[in-house]
């Protein structure tokens, strides 16, 4: 047998026999005594229920002896308010009376809070008209009290009395005079008197009581974080309380007891804490526990003797297995012995060794692998965008070709044939008028024809020859300055010192750069800057970059504004063309036009030009 083996059986055998011998004297006086609180707390709160239905019996029975001596029939306004402020005072908790006739109207000024010390947030409203407590007359059951036996009580709904205290309305049901009519005597009673009941008692035994009414609602309790006339979740005892007199149990952690009450159908429930509950127990438990521990531990200090040379070995493996995991394939092992785990250290070794030489070579081929793929996606990424705009216009320059070719003859006609009415003598002046705006109109369309030609029709033969970016700069710049100055634009020059020359058409480069200019100023309504820079770039190109503080160009359209004729102006005018045209330049030049814009904060637009010694 090898040493692991026997030193699992020893454990075994050392240590099972005293800890099933514990744990079963552990369990059977645990249940013992758990039996006995749970008795015990179910008999605490039946004594509970008993209370609060004793209370509520009282003023139950004196609000009856109060209306059984007296003659309601021939009574006077007066005297039937007097009536009314001898049940007030049959209790310190009553908090409304009023006297209804058989159709709900009030008979007498009702009694509000005649001593308003009992309920300071009602101060200041004694003797009032019951119209203006709508909300207790609603409450009161009086359609319930025209069919109940006379003197008999008729229960409302509990109703809410202030932002911490519950209110319960009844009715006693009076026949008065011959024949007898039925009449209400309707109470508003607090339940402040059965929470401090409940409160006294957790507060004694460490409690948290609550009393429920027949919907489980919240009506008095020592818990002042739970909300009145709630159902406060987490109460499993409030489905006890809806189908047994009487009973307890342990349920999440806590011990819990209820009653019912005989009187209305209420319900009281009992929770206290399972560690306080079961303080005994625990300490029980602790007996028996140290007088384990104390067998175990001579147990202990036997086996250990026993394991201790091959503990550290296995300590050093356990290192090593950790070292590993944790991606140190350097870490290694060493054992002092001959035995199986000499053994296991050694393959342990020859493992981290295989493992670094196989890592190092996965993460130099992941690291190359990553990088040309990188390098491939962006390159594809970038040709596919410039494919896809040089299509696009390609296709809208062929498509507007045959446009303007199909409209250009008849606008001819329409222009010459108005201009020759024009020159007949003596025409109306409304005709003349008329006939002007049909050829400024003809003229117009005839305007919009031509810049499609010209964006449809490449330039024959352009000629490409070496030329300095910042002369052509500074011509496109000269044609709208003074427009630019009128409209309140400032230019910013950062034009990089050795620039080398780029390969190019001068005027169809001006172009470009015009277009650009004359977008940014149409950016800029109200006045601002115009940015205008050349860097050169690490790959030998050229980039210009014009950066206006206009309103900038919303996401939606970024994608978009290099389309012919499409344009965000408030007003169309002929530049509709001009992006579209300035893309088709640039890219005939081998080179991009790129955009970032913001609305708000202005675009910028980046022209981007091979150097002439690096250009195709």
């Known amino acids: 047998m090898r040493l692991y083996q026997q030193l699992l059986l020893f454990v075994a055998v050392a240590t099972v026999i005293p800890l099933v011998v514990g744990f079963w004297i552990l369990r059977h006086n645990e249940s013992a005594l758990e039996r006995r609180l749970l008795a015990e707390h179910q008999e605490s709160a039946a004594r509970l229920a008993e209370a609060l239905g004793r209370e509520l019996r009282e003023v139950f029975d004196r609000v009856q002896r109060s209306s059984e001596y007296v003659s309601l029939e021939g009574m006077s306004s007066d005297e039937l308010g007097g009536l ?11 908090a409304q009376v009023c006297l209804l006739d058989e159709d709900g109207r009030e008979l007498a000024p009702g009694v ?25 007359l609603e409450r009161l059951p009086w359609r319930r009290a025209r069919e109940a036996p006379p003197g008999s009580l008729v229960l409302g709904v509990a109703r809410r009395l202030s932002n911490a205290e519950v209110g319960l309305a009844f009715v006693l049901p009076l026949d008065v005079g011959e024949p007898p009519k039925r009449w209400s005597l309707g109470v508003d009673l607090s339940l402040r008197r059965l929470h401090r009941l409940a409160a006294d008692l957790g507060d004694t035994r460490g409690f948290v009581t609550a009393l429920f009414d027949e919907e489980g609602r919240l009506l008095a309790g020592s818990d002042m974080s739970l909300t009145p006339l709630s159902r406060p979740a987490g109460w499993p005892v409030l489905h006890h309380l809806a189908t047994t007199e009487r009973g307890a149990f342990f349920e999440a952690d806590s011990m819990w007891a209820f009653s019912r009450l005989s009187l209305l159908g209420w319900g009281v429930a009992l929770r206290e804490s399972a560690d306080r509950a079961l303080a005994e127990v625990r300490a029980t438990r602790g007996v028996t526990l140290a007088w384990t521990a104390a067998t175990i531990l001579g147990l202990v200090v036997l086996g250990g003797l026993f394991t201790r040379r091959i503990s550290n070995n296995l300590k050093r493996l356990l290192w090593g297995a950790r070292e590993i995991s944790r991606g140190n394939l350097g870490a290694r092992v060493t054992v002092a012995s001959s035995d199986e785990l000499a053994v296991l250290a050694q393959s342990f070794n020859r493992m ?39 299509s696009k216009l390609a296709a809208i320059g062929q498509l507007g070709a045959g446009v303007a070719h199909e409209i ?8 010459g044939n108005v201009q020759l009415l024009l020159l007949k003598p003596n025409l109306p002046e409304p005709l003349v008028d008329t006939l002007r705006k049909i050829e400024a109109a003809a003229r117009r369309c005839r305007e919009v024809i031509v810049n499609l030609q010209h964006f449809s029709e490449a330039e024959p033969d352009p000629e490409h020859v ?34 080398p020359p780029i390969l190019g058409d001068h005027r169809q480069l001006m172009q470009v750069f015009f277009n650009l200019f004359a977008n940014a100023k149409t950016a800029m309504e109200k006045g601002g800057s115009l940015y205008v820079s050349i860097e050169r770039r690490a790959d030998g190109g050229i980039e210009v970059q014009v950066r206006d503080t206009g309103k900038g160009i919303a996401p939606e359209h970024l994608s978009r504004i290099f389309e012919p004729f499409f344009t965000t102006k408030d007003e169309w005018t002929n530049t509709g063309l001009g992006l579209s045209v300035a893309y088709r330049i ?23 030009l091979p150097a002439a010694e690096a250009a195709p």
């Open 352 to 390: 981290g060794e295989d493992l670094q030489a196989s890592r190092a070579e996965i993460e130099a081929w992941n690291r190359e692998l990553a990088q040309r793929v990188e390098e491939r996606t962006r390159e594809l990424e970038l040709a596919h965008q410039r494919l896809l705009e040089t």
């Open 84 to 94: 009314l402020g001898i049940v007030y005072k049959q209790s310190e908790d009553i």
């Open 112 to 136: 509000f809070l005649e001593a308003p010390e009992r309920f300071p947030e009602y101060r200041g409203r004694l003797a009032v008209r019951a119209e203006e407590h709508r909300e207790f």
């Open 408 to 415: 250009n003859n008849p606008l001819v006609g329409i222009l």
């Open 466 to 499: 070496p030329c300095d970016i910042k002369k052509v700069l500074y011509d496109a710049h000269s044609l709208i300055e003074q427009r630019l100055l009128a409209a309140g634009i400032a230019t910013e020059w950062n034009l990089s010192e050795n620039v």
């Open 586 to 608: 640039v890219s005939d030049h081998g080179g991009r036009l790129e955009v970032e814009s913001q609305p708000g904060r202005g675009s910028l637009f980046r022209v981007v």
